[in-house]
């Protein structure tokens, strides 16, 4: 999406110099930095030290990673080996091991003359099928936003609160729950964005305040507290949120705090929508709150938080006592009861084992 | 309460100065600081400038500021001045008008040469009554704590979510909330504390995580978003929050947030409790949702958060872009429906109005 007018994917193949380049996304939203990824190495740091996160940008960057590393060294060894240590950097991604499994199988039979060619043509091919995907969610969003908007007074913005990064910095392009959004603005619709900040990590304030900035949609930033008295009021008309992993009955895995989201739209009955690309339904998993596996991360998280200080340096403030432990779970599930519905590259989807059969018939057999 | 073995007040008279003496909260929970107040000015910028915070602790640190300046000057031209002066401090603060009508028309009848030392005694009392009326809201709700432990397994605590800070430090002593938590601990009943940080001011983390630390009781720091998460594992047995004021309806107006909690415990069937001192029922407004203003604060609380640096140096980091608009409510409405009971200082009403006029039949018309 744009930056200053500018348009960006959050990683590209730069003509000019040849390279992969992405946006170290560490910085955000007080540094816009572009870096190039050339070796090994800097993939595997990109991947493993965040500079890009989100399923779909890591399995892009993994292929780019082997692609790359076909150009220096084509050989069946570089191949394993640079899957081998691309698939290190975060072992528990889906869509690295994907991406990765995925292009080793392409190329391992191929004459290692046509690797590097062949491998950076299936990585760009990569990239545009998420950009497709994320396209088609949105284009399927913007019905119910625009179906919104005609029940609102006229000059009256349709107000959508997200939670976390769901954006086109998780992605390739467009993201996923701001797809729509993209789209209603591109649409001339009226929209107005309540970001929850989402701690701990800060995700809506740091990327999708960003995003919005940068792309010129209207917004505000909130504390996760807010949204239920948003709600409340009136000042509220949708939900969308992404979803890291969904379950075939339609339970959402999401950031912390989703649940609650979910619980005052219901509450106020107001349609909460998760976007989602198909491939992130996981189908062995037919009760997402008893079988989805939360992990819990480090205290730190919660008991420091990262930003600008006045004087422009970047550091952490420690905001709870010396030694205070916190209880960090990084996702919880939001029940498909609460759920309106699950708007997929193919169409909404009712948030159900039945919903979900039905729209997917060849993978929820 | 506790502090490092000593007992403490968050106000009080000191025999051997013969002045009072406050805790300055702003600097907690880096900085544990006691100030002496004297001037009509210090206790001016002490209700101010929030060194001393919660409706209780303003109504005593006011009844203190007129006592003080009743010893400096006992005139009926120095009692108006300094009224006039106290309660443009914070202007809508309801407990800082009563305590300074209180003691305007207890002393402007009195000889000024009594004036001094009546003033004190009765600043005293209003001390006292405070601590009394927490010391029983804590004996209701220390039964509703036994009453879970009992159902619990052998050495399990019995775990405590609670938002935001109505502890000892927002009143003189005990707090409201944390009143039945430390009459637990007190009665050998182990609890365990699970601390919402509360942005975007961080009540939780800053004062209660450290009124929890202080005295000694087992509990862990969590962000907002943790709670619905931690209701729907087993993990959380009882919730019990404060508030600012509650409707003739049982509708509670507290840190925004709060609503979100009680629909996750409505949700995952947990009992949800609050507390409060009968004073802060509005009998006037029959439905809290429609009725109660909430007060829009600065957007910089959002995006700005406040502690400490490595360096031990106290300051600010700004989380999300540069100019990002900021919503600010600071309160939200729980309706009545999803609290489980009042815990008052006469007992556990409904929180209904039914149950509200049963318990307090005089007030209620």
């Given at each position: ?139 399927n969003g913007l019905q119910i936003i625009k179906n919104i908007a005609e029940n609102k ?5 349709v107000n959508i609160l997200t ?14 729950a701001?797809?729509p959004i ?9 929209v ?35 949204g239920?008295?948003?709600m409340?009021?009136g000042?509220v008309d949708l939900v969308i949120v ?19 989201k979910a619980l005052a739209a219901k509450d106020n009955e107001i349609p909460f929508y998760v976007a ?58 939001t029940?498909g009861r609460l759920v309106t519905g699950l708007i997929?590259?193919?169409?909404v989807a009712p948030a ?14």
């Amino acid at each position: 999406m744009q930056v200053d007018g500018k348009h960006y994917r959050s990683i590209w193949f730069d003509d000019d110099s040849a390279t992969v380049r992405i946006i170290d996304q560490r910085w955000l939203p007080h540094r816009f930095l572009i870096v190039e990824l050339t070796s090994r190495k800097s993939f595997c740091d990109a991947i493993r030290d965040m500079w890009v996160r989100g399923a779909p940008l890591i399995g892009a960057a993994a292929a780019y990673g082997v692609a790359a590393e076909m150009q220096n060294d084509a050989s069946d060894s570089a191949l394993d080996e640079v899957c081998n240590e691309l698939q290190q950097t975060r072992p528990t991604a889906v869509n690295l091991v994907w991406a990765l499994n995925h292009m080793r199988q392409l190329l391992q039979g191929l004459p290692e003359q046509q690797r590097a060619a062949i491998a950076m043509k299936r990585a760009h091919e990569i990239c545009d099928e998420d950009v497709e995907c994320n396209r088609q969610i949105g284009l399927n969003g913007l019905q119910i936003i625009k179906n919104i908007a005609e029940n609102k007074d006229v000059g009256q913005p349709v107000n959508i609160l997200t939670h976390c990064n769901a954006g086109w910095l998780a992605t390739v392009d467009w993201g996923t729950a701001t797809s729509p959004i993209y789209h209603a603005a591109q649409a001339d619709i009226r929209v107005h964005v309540w970001v929850d900040e989402t701690r701990p990590r800060n995700q809506g304030a740091q990327l999708t305040a960003w995003e919005m900035d940068s792309h010129g949609i209207s917004h505000q930033l909130i504390v996760d507290n807010a949204g239920g008295h948003l709600m409340q009021h009136g000042d509220v008309d949708l939900v969308i949120v992404g979803t890291d992993r969904t379950a075939a009955n339609g339970d959402v895995c999401n950031k912390i705090g989703t649940y609650l989201k979910a619980l005052a739209a219901k509450d106020n009955e107001i349609p909460f929508y998760v976007a989602l690309p198909s491939p992130t339904i996981d189908w062995n998993i037919t009760n997402g709150i008893a079988e989805i596996p939360i992990e819990e991360r480090d205290g730190q998280e919660v008991t420091h938080v990262w930003g600008k200080l006045e004087d422009g340096n970047l550091a952490s403030v420690q905001i709870s006592p010396d030694g205070t432990a916190a209880g960090n779970p990084a996702f919880d599930v939001t029940p498909g009861r609460l759920v309106t519905g699950l708007i997929t590259e193919r169409g909404v989807a009712p948030a159900t084992s039945e919903g979900l059969a039905a729209m997917f018939p060849k993978f929820s057999g």
